[in-house]
């Protein structure tokens, strides 16, 4: 899956793709992200990327110029939809992330800034707009890191057993309802004991008691 990462501010991924699962999925080939920063498609002679909002209103916009230039140029070599996020969007789901990690190989992901960006820009190259929750941010950044995140997980090889994304909360498996409680060792923590059937080896048993702790 390739994710190309459209924002201001690029430094501010480095640390979070790099370790980790997603960072082994980059070095197995399982995950190929770019980032690439708007600002250097501006044609402002300052590399201004902000203006005014026709109307007045508080705070500034993005303006068209650098963003259709940049998603333009970014589309040479992805042909994959242009994903905005924005808490206008529609909610991402465990569903939808599992759609797009199975009907696409790449995407590009579109990080707005100060109160967001030209509508024509929406009108003209976005395909999705997508919201990680009812409240707002200083930007896309951490939306993106986290529809990347949820996408790759649906990804063959990225978590090691394919099975893990199948069973997690909000799965079909588990038909939409959140994980039951997990244990490990010791079996006693501070007067707290493992619930005796997860100890008891009889599978049957422990697959009636996690069906009936799901949430």
Known sequence: ?????????????????????????????????????????????????????????AGMLMTPQPLYDCIVSVKKKNKGP???????????????????????????????????????????????????????????????MVFADAVSRFIPGVLGDDDSAEEDSFSRRLGGRKEYPHYTKPAKFKGLEVPEVLRSGNHAKIEKWRKKHLK
């Not at 790099?18 to 498609?41: G, M, P, V």
């Not at 905005?84 to 969007?89: A, E, H, R, W």
């Open 82 to 144: 242009v994903i905005f996020m924005t808490p206008q969007g529609s909610k991402l789901t465990h569903t939808r992330a599992r759609r797009f990690a199975r009907t696409n190989d790449s995407l590009i992901l579109l990080c707005g800034r100060y109160e967001g960006i030209d509508q024509r820009i929406r009108d003209l190259l976005v395909d999705y707009e997508l919201s990680i929750g009812d409240y707002v941010l200083t930007g896309g950044e951490l939306p993106a």
């Open 1 to 57: 899956m390739r994710f190309d990462i459209l924002t201001l501010f690029p430094e501010m991924f480095s640390s979070y793709f790099n370790e980790s699962i997603l960072k082994r999925a980059q070095d197995e080939s399982l995950l190929d992200i770019h980032l690439h920063d708007i600002r250097k498609f501006s044609k402002n002679k300052h590399k201004k990327v902000d203006d005014t909002p026709y109307g007045g209103g």
